[in-house]
Structures are given as C-alpha cells and as structure tokens.
C-alpha cells in the first residue's frame, strides 16, 4: 500500500511546477484537510508575481471558451497559464459538475497549462472557499497568468473584485435585457467589458448598449482614471481575442504605474483573513454542542431573547482558549 506524502513533503515539488503535487494540494485544501494549512503558510511566501485575472459574467455568455481562446493566445506569447474554473457542485457528490473544463479539453496536452475544476460546495459570490489558496498554489509554482472563471453570477455575487489584479464581465447578446439587469452589479465592478459572440446579427446593440453607460460616467474611476474598455470577441471565430490580452496587459501596467495594485493587494488580504475567521467561526458553532444551539434557539422563538442577543451568547460559548488548528489549549 502507497502512503500519501505529508502536505509539507510537496511543498519543494509545487515551487517546481509539479502538476501532480499541485492537484493532490488543491484537493487536499478542498478536503478542509488541517493538514495541509502549514504546507499552505510556506506556499504563501512565494506568492505575489502572477497576474489573477478574474472572467465574469452571466450563465450562458461564453465565458469557458472565452477563457480558453485567451489561455490559447497568452501561450503564444511564451506565458504560462493557470485556470481556476468554478463550477456548480452536483447536488449528488457536491463535487464540480466539469461542465467548464469540458469545453477546454484542447489545452489538456499543453504542459505550461494547468486546468482545475472547483465546486462552489454552496459557497456564494462566485467563487470556491478554496479558490483563492489553489491560486496561491499556481502562483508559487511559478504559473504567470491566472485565469479564476466564476461561476455564473448575477448583481450581487461580485467577490472576484475583491480577489483579481482585473476584471473582465463578459456580456452576450441574446440573453434578454442583460445589460440593464447587471449595471448595478457586475458592470460596475467591471475592468475590461467584453461583448463575446461578435459574429450574432444583434451584438452591435448589446455593444451600444454598455458604452452608453459607460459614456454616462456609469463606472469611469475618478480616482486611478482607468476606463474600462469594451472588446467585441467572438470565440468560434477567434475574433478580437488578442486586442483582449492587449487591454488586460494595458490594465496590469495601468495598475504598477497609479500604484493601485498595492490597493488591490491589500484589499484582497483584508478580505481572505475576514473569510478565513468566518469559516474558523462557523467550523467551531459546528463542533459545539447542539443543545446549547437548540436552547439559544427555542428562547428567541418564544421571545426570551432577541436574535443578536442570542447571537452574542453564542460567540460566550466558544472558547478562546483553542487553536483553530486542531483544538489544542494555547500555553
């Protein structure tokens, strides 16, 4: 019988590239597996020189093959590529249903191209809880360009704007008034807007539509003085996929010389140790005792306490004494 190597062992090997010890990593950090967060806490020195690029947008608006046309595109320009494809988790295993990397099978032989499937195992916003730690991981071993595909969202699921260096929201034609229904939502978190399936009879409507908006101050940054363009595409046809990569490496050097990378950087950091305490949290609720849970809960149904009183008892009970690496007392 094979023993699986410590999560500290591949360490060394993911800082080389190795695919194998990336996956088995990815899944183990999935698995919510305790054992891996040291191996994660060295990963992490060794980040910070990716570009993540977050692709968004509503179900059905090409952004799968949007990713792999691009991934296809940035290799020809010698950069390697990682894909976080988020998708819905099956209702049966909870695992990825693969409807994603289904439609990028051509990049499979590629090897300086890794491809992984994530469920969202019912997080929201678009992302995985484990997404941003298997970024870590492709960003150490040494992966350019991260591609992280949410999942299909809607106004208020946007926590790819708090997680990628940039934004691309992809928008279609044909999904009914899709334009207005995101402008209070994904438009404006939107760095690059990108109209895909160019080549359909009423994509110039749609195109017209959002640099209406755009010409309407809808999301022009006063304060780095970014515009974000809109890129026809059309992915069947390999149109406008290059002019694509050129704005997203426009916005990378827009990024370095404002100085709104640094911004960028510190506001994901805030916002993965604000994530990270609130699954530590919900983690310790978990393992408390139910009946402590059950009484708190009969007294606000029968009036007793209000919900944050409740909710503050609750919080009494954890005991702060523990570790939220295995429950151990601290000296």
Same mark, same amino acid.
């Given at each position: 019988?094979?023993?699986?190597?410590? !999560?500290?062992?591949? =360490?060394?090997?993911?800082?080389?590239?190795?695919?194998?010890?990336?996956?088995?990593?990815?899944?183990?950090?999935?698995?919510?597996?305790?054992?891996?967060?040291?191996?994660?806490?060295?990963?992490?020195?060794?980040?910070?020189?990716?570009?993540?690029?977050? *692709?968004?947008?509503?179900?059905?608006?090409?952004? !799968?093959?949007?990713?792999?046309?691009?991934?296809?595109?940035?290799?020809?320009?010698?950069?390697?590529?990682?894909?976080?494809?988020?998708?819905?988790?099956?209702?049966?295993?909870?695992? @990825?249903?693969?409807?994603?990397?289904?439609?990028?099978?051509?990049?499979?032989?590629?090897?300086?191209?890794?491809?992984? !499937?994530?469920?969202?195992?019912?997080?929201?916003?678009?992302?995985?809880? @484990?997404?941003?730690?298997?970024?870590?991981?492709?960003?150490?071993?040494?992966?350019?360009?991260?591609?992280?595909?949410?999942?299909?969202?809607?106004?208020?699921?946007?926590?790819?704007?708090?997680?990628?260096?940039?934004?691309?929201?992809?928008?279609?034609?044909?999904?009914?008034?899709?334009?207005?229904?995101?402008?209070?939502?994904?438009?404006?978190?939107?760095?690059?807007?990108?109209?895909?399936?160019?080549?359909?009879?009423?994509?110039?409507?749609?195109?017209?539509?959002?640099?209406?908006?755009?010409?309407?101050?809808?999301?022009?940054?006063?304060?780095?003085?970014?515009?974000?363009?809109?890129?026809?595409?059309?992915?069947?046809?390999?149109?406008?996929?290059?002019?694509?990569?050129?704005?997203?490496?426009?916005?990378?050097?827009?990024?370095?010389?404002?100085?709104?990378?640094?911004?960028?950087?510190?506001?994901?950091?805030?916002?993965?140790?604000?994530?990270?305490?609130?699954?530590?949290?919900?983690?310790?609720?978990?393992?408390?005792?139910?009946? *402590?849970? =059950?009484?708190?809960?009969?007294?606000?149904?029968?009036?007793?306490?209000?919900?944050?009183?409740?909710?503050?008892?609750?919080?009494?009970?954890?005991?702060?004494?523990?570790?939220?690496?295995?429950?151990?007392?601290?000296?």
């Amino acid at each position: 019988m094979v023993t699986a190597k410590p !999560s500290l062992e591949l =360490v060394a090997e993911v800082l080389n590239g190795h695919p194998r010890s990336i996956s088995r990593l990815i899944s183990r950090v999935e698995a919510r597996d305790p054992e891996c967060r040291p191996a994660l806490a060295q990963i992490y020195e060794h980040t910070g020189r990716a570009h993540l690029i977050g *692709i968004t947008g509503v179900p059905g608006s090409g952004k !799968s093959t949007l990713v792999r046309e691009l991934a296809l595109a940035a290799r020809k320009t010698d950069r390697t590529i990682g894909i976080i494809a988020i998708d819905p988790s099956s209702p049966f295993s909870g695992g @990825a249903i693969l409807g994603d990397r289904i439609r990028m099978n051509e990049l499979t032989g590629d090897p300086g191209i890794f491809i992984r !499937s994530m469920a969202t195992r019912g997080a929201l916003g678009g992302l995985a809880r @484990a997404s941003m730690d298997a970024v870590d991981l492709l960003d150490a071993a040494g992966f350019d360009m991260i591609l992280l595909e949410t999942v299909g969202v809607g106004q208020d699921e946007v926590d790819i704007v708090q997680a990628a260096h940039t934004t691309v929201v992809v928008s279609a034609p044909g999904l009914g008034d899709d334009v207005q229904a995101m402008k209070a939502g994904l438009l404006e978190i939107s760095d690059i807007h990108v109209v895909s399936k160019c080549d359909r009879a009423d994509a110039n409507k749609t195109i017209i539509d959002l640099k209406a908006m755009l010409s309407l101050g809808l999301r022009m940054n006063s304060t780095t003085g970014w515009q974000p363009p809109v890129v026809r595409t059309s992915a069947e046809a390999k149109e406008g996929i290059d002019e694509l990569l050129a704005a997203i490496d426009r916005h990378r050097e827009h990024l370095q010389h404002s100085g709104e990378l640094a911004q960028r950087r510190r506001r994901t950091a805030e916002m993965r140790m604000l994530k990270t305490a609130e699954d530590i949290l919900r983690a310790r609720f978990i393992s408390r005792d139910d009946d *402590i849970v =059950v009484d708190l809960v009969e007294r606000v149904i029968t009036r007793a306490l209000d919900p944050y009183t409740a909710a503050l008892n609750l919080l009494a009970t954890l005991d702060e004494g523990k570790s939220d690496d295995g429950g151990k007392k601290r000296p």
